[in-house]
């Protein structure tokens, strides 16, 4: 996985600060929404965000 690739591009949040983000324990698309930024203007990115915590949740 590329960890610099932008999900977010609205707010520049990268795939690594998602992951960061999980690993300081939100889980949810809403918890890292508060931590990152992530999905707090247009919101296009909610599904990709979400279908990432889910793909990734057990790696962590
Ligand atoms: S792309 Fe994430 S809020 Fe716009």
């Known amino acids: 996985m ?13 795939k690594g600060d998602i992951l960061d983000a999980m690993k300081n324990g939100a889980l949810t698309y809403k ?5 990152t930024g ?3 203007k ?7 965000i979400k279908k990432f915590i889910k793909k990734h949740k057990e790696d962590i």
């Open 38 to 40: 992530a999905g707090s």
């Open 31 to 35: 918890e890292v929404k508060k931590e």
């Open 2 to 14: 590329n960890k610099n690739k932008i999900i977010c591009p609205c707010k520049k949040v990268t």
């Open 42 to 48: 247009c919101g296009h990115c909610k599904e990709d």
